[in-house]
């Protein structure tokens, strides 16, 4: 409240009528530092996803369905009203001000939060209001007194036999495509584009091993924005490769001084701020689907896949030591928490493990109905039937990870057996999938989902995100979506998720995620190649409904999982292994 | 050659530098009037697509892949070198006029022949050259002594009983849809856009029931343009509907008058001159994927689909009386030629028969490997052996149909079988698809396509068009295709052809089509019901390679057929369709 009413003052000195608190760090980041989280300081909600809107007369926030229960709670006793995003006769936040502000009215927000897509979005609805835009406005930093400092820890080198190509050769290929899409100067503000083009990673958001930094790149000069201390142990190195290294906060006065040249930035990562200081002799080019860094960096080099496909091995060793202790275990002494405290212990004996990809889903039986479910303090303690759904991944230096497997811990229904049939039918039909060179992620989301819609049934995210290499587990800038928003072709080299779904809500949640890498077949096909190995749980499998190719793809995936796996498995761990080996003797799995 | 002299003489005296002879009508119609065909009369080349390039020194004729063979024989002799769209290190007409206009040159063509997109295109290759642009040229119409006239004959009502919805309902919906868009003023080219608008057709053109007609829409306002004694027995009526009628040739004076308004035309339909005619105190609205009459007439109303259906049973009868007959005749006495010839006979017994809805496609043995082959004079002559492919649609004054089926004459392959077997598996999934509201049939294409592409063969077309009633038998926007071009989400009553397809070039084709048409089948899935129905060749079937939900899709598909077509079929028609049901007596089909 209190913040509230001092917000408001400020407001009406610098003549805002509407002030917008956005979630975003100034990099889009998926993760931020404690620093950006001024919609969490002011609102109280905590959720990664939320804006919020003051009026001088009203406060709201909204916030998308993976959060209205959370928000609603941690709302309760604030003035702020909760807009629930895609729920029937809820505004958006921009038709909201549309029909909330007066003509010639101003705006203000943190310029630095929002990037300019969005914004062009506002403006296009706010057009013909008179509307001004005050972005250089972080009102929040005037009142909040312990804001925590950004991070300070320091980054480490992205050594050569994990990075494959150098820095230099890297930004030799950039220039290469400047040159092809005659961009003369090109702004880089994703963290995780930044850290992979100078083979740096760091500590400052979790999950995500990047450093906040920019780069601004020309024909001869490649300029960083990076807290020089952060890399004082290796900017020698970085110097030599072909980079100039400057603070942090040095970027703005560097994009004021380009001069009549052509400028690309991606608008949908850069934030207003940035892109609004271009000056305007400079001749704009923001195709998001041209930026290079995200294409280079997402079509992995035979260099990276090696060290990848090592790295998919040892999480696909920790989650089969997970499952033998899930299946030993009397289940009932076990809780969500327990489960994920359990990865973490298997996942530190394992080489270059650095931290998770992101928060661990643990989630026992109606939880898992929540795609995106986290439990809180102990979670659910487990029972000896339904579902549990574990949905993991780590980052290790030489990759990183996601994989989901969904275990009977017990007696389940045939509708759930049917359920989690289906589901697997598609994500074996999406792994055997060959596909024309040329084709777009978009157009091979259906065939992992078709076997779930056959029962009438569906499951509304998309069947599969890129991942980054010892970066952000969703990299784009393709994907295996139903959405039309990515025309990205696949090419060979991209890692993809394979995840179709089924959520019963209140009652169960199916998923089963493997990590796969796009290769060519021959010069005209594509095809995946497949990076995890962890069993499939077999005693959930109606194996009536599998046709005689999906029962043998079973039992080879788990024949080579037997055998790729064995040395790194106890002969304990092995025998335990062999239960998912098709036995020729008795027809039948386990 | 003489033409070519006249033509560079006619270019010298304009000042242009480049003259580009289009194929188009002044609609982009798919079937044009013999008065449009002047690529034709210059160049001797009579394919559907080419374009011809004349400047003074070298004159090139561009045409696809469907032409190359067919082009190089009817150039002969000429000057014109052919240039193979698509093959390598082949410029593009817009890069071969960049490189060959010189600085401040002159591009001149008849206008009414190119779309604002396509010329778009070129201008924006052609950018910082000082390119200018004379549109208002038809050279050709000086040289071309006995040109055709426009065509003359008139058209008529497409009754109520056919129609269902008045001229008068349907633009009542326009002008809502016009509303939302804020559209002012609605230019209409395309031509099956106002037959169905007017609930009128004719004989324009070939295969296309349509009258060349242009209408300019506003809220008040209703302008048809169209020669008046075409419509002179109905005028009466269109006019109580709301609609104000000129002269075909009147639009252009009418452009000019609009006024401050908002203007909306599709760029990919509109030609030049229209679209340059329009005041520049106008706003231009062209954004192609919100054009209101191509959307509202292909989501066929329950009244077109009854008619609809009807017309598919009187099609399935006649193709069903034809494999009759090419089943019981001694097929070393037939040609590609007389199985065309029968089809017509057979329609002219059907009610409501206009013409074909294109050039029937018979096509056997090897010719079939080119996918959009046609025959001269007899064609080949048919032998007891191999795959003659048919694919053939006609216009009836209730539908407009589209089938193909590939016959097993005698004797073929293990390779042949398996590769029809494929396309056929292709075939069954996408009739049996589920897939949500919002989808685009850009994400169900791959679902066919994917039995083909597991033997690593593809067919490089895509899988399903529109399909209008009693109009074109290609009507977009939307279509089943891996091709991002297209973002139209399906809709409930859309009529797409289900035709994945197989071709091994020198050896045989293999295509196999029904024509589906989208239903909700709850209030958050859609799905497809067939309305085609016409035995599959079984024998050319290897069911061991089917699903047993495949086996039960033939089984019912063809017991369907046989209960559906019976009411018109002869005693001895019905025990020959006996053949294709399963006997559960054998076990087996046939």
Same mark, same amino acid.
Request: charged share 25%; proline share 3%.
């Given at each position: ?37 001024? #919609? &969490? ?7 990664? /996803?939320?804006? =919020? $809107?003051? %009026?001088? +007369?009203?406060?709201? !926030? ?112 950039? #220039? &290469? ?7 003369? /100067?090109?702004? =880089? $503000?994703? %963290?995780? +584009?930044?850290?992979? !083009? ?393």
């Amino acid at each position: 409240m209190e913040k509230l009413i001092a917000l408001r003052e400020l407001m009406k000195n610098r003549n805002i009528d509407a002030y917008i608190i956005f979630s975003n760090d100034a990099h889009s980041s998926e993760y931020v530092a404690d620093y950006w989280k001024s #919609r &969490e300081w002011f609102s109280g909600f905590t959720g990664s /996803a939320g804006t =919020v $809107v003051v %009026l001088q +007369d009203q406060v709201g !926030l909204w916030t998308d369905g993976r959060y209205f229960i959370q928000a609603e709670n941690q709302l309760i006793g604030s003035e702020i009203k909760l807009f629930k995003m895609g729920e029937p006769n809820i505004p958006k936040i921009k038709d909201f001000l549309s029909e909330k502000l007066p003509h010639g009215g101003c705006v203000g927000f943190d310029g630095r939060t929002i990037t300019m897509s969005d914004f062009d979005e506002i403006k296009e609805t706010l057009t013909n209001k008179g509307i001004s835009y005050s972005y250089n406005e972080d009102l929040l930093n005037e009142l909040w007194e312990e804001r925590p400092l950004m991070p300070t820890s320091p980054a480490f080198e992205h050594e050569p036999c994990f990075a494959g190509l150098s820095a230099a050769e890297k930004l030799r290929i950039v #220039r &290469e495509k400047m040159e092809t899409h005659k961009i003369e /100067a090109y702004l =880089v $503000v994703a %963290l995780d +584009d930044i850290a992979w !083009l100078l083979n740096i990673r760091g500590n400052d958001v979790l999950y995500t091993p990047v450093v906040y930094s920019y780069a601004l790149i020309t024909k001869n000069e490649a300029h960083v924005f990076i807290d020089l201390n952060k890399v004082e142990d290796f900017s020698c190195k970085l110097k030599t490769q072909g980079f100039v290294l400057h603070n942090y906060n040095e970027l703005p006065a560097h994009i004021k001084n380009l001069n009549n040249c052509s400028v690309y930035f991606n608008p949908k990562k850069t934030n207003v701020l940035l892109a609004e200081s271009i000056p305007s002799n400079c001749k704009i080019l923001d195709d998001h689907k041209i930026d290079i860094l995200p294409l280079l960096k997402a079509a992995k080099s035979e260099a990276e896949l090696k060290n990848i496909r090592n790295a998919y091995l040892k999480d696909s060793v920790v989650i089969v030591k997970l499952l033998k202790w899930l299946d030993e275990s009397d289940v009932s002494t076990l809780t969500e928490d327990s489960v994920c405290a359990k990865l973490i212990e298997l996942r530190k004996e394992q080489k270059h493990y650095l931290e998770n990809s992101f928060n661990t889903i643990a989630a026992y039986g109606a939880n898992a109905a929540m795609a995106h479910y986290h439990h809180e303090g102990e979670g659910a303690t487990l029972r000896p039937e339904g579902f549990l759904l574990i949905d993991t991944g780590a980052q290790y230096l030489d990759g990183t990870t996601d994989t989901t497997r969904t275990i009977a811990l017990g007696k389940i229904s045939e509708e759930m057996k049917l359920d989690f049939t289906m589901v697997l039918k598609g994500h074996i039909a999406l792994n055997k999938v060959i596909f024309p060179k040329g084709a777009i992620g978009h157009t091979l989301d259906m065939i992992a989902r078709q076997p779930v819609l056959q029962t009438k049934k569906n499951y509304l995210h998309g069947t599969g995100h890129g991942i980054g290499y010892c970066l952000s587990v969703h990299e784009g800038p393709h994907s295996i979506s139903l959405s039309i928003k990515d025309t990205t072709e696949l090419v060979s080299g991209m890692l993809v998720s394979n995840e179709p779904a089924l959520y019963e809500a209140g009652l169960y949640g199916i998923r089963t995620e493997n990590v796969l890498v796009v290769r060519e077949l021959n010069d005209k096909l594509l095809c995946f190649e497949n990076l995890t190995f962890c069993p499939i749980d077999l005693r959930a499998v109606d194996f009536a409904l599998l046709t005689n190719e999906e029962k043998e793809y079973l039992e080879e995936y788990h024949k080579k999982t037997c055998e790729i796996l064995a040395p790194f498995l106890s002969d304990e761990e092995k025998t335990w292994l062999q239960k998912f080996k098709f036995k020729e003797e008795t027809g039948k799995f386990s």
